[in-house]
């Protein structure tokens, strides 16, 4: 499935985008989380286990057990972020 995952703050500054279109097979948005960390360098930094990261899907906070739908999207972001 195809969805849009949004990153924001210091997240976005690391990966250094935005926002991107993804094609993935995760079911769940922590194992889309997985998937991106797998794509290693800045995604498994910014995203890495262990480190808080909050996450909303179709603009509504989340928890990682929550499931993905196509065309959705989800965003990343750290606890704080700046205005």
């Known amino acids: 499935m195809k969805v849009t995952v ?6 976005r500054e690391a990966v250094g985008q935005g926002a991107e279109s993804v094609e993935t097979k ?7 989380r997985d998937e991106l960390i797998a794509r ?12 808080l990261v909050r996450i909303a ?11 993905l739908r196509e065309g959705g999207e989800v ?3 750290p606890p704080v972020t700046g205005g």
């Open 40 to 51: 290693g360098g800045a995604y498994a930094q910014a995203l890495a286990r262990g480190k």
């Open 26 to 32: 995760a079911a769940t948005v922590g194992a889309l």
């Open 6 to 11: 949004k990153y924001f703050a210091s997240i």
């Open 57 to 67: 899907t179709d603009q509504v906070m989340t928890a990682e057990d929550a499931a």
């Open 75 to 77: 965003a990343f972001f």
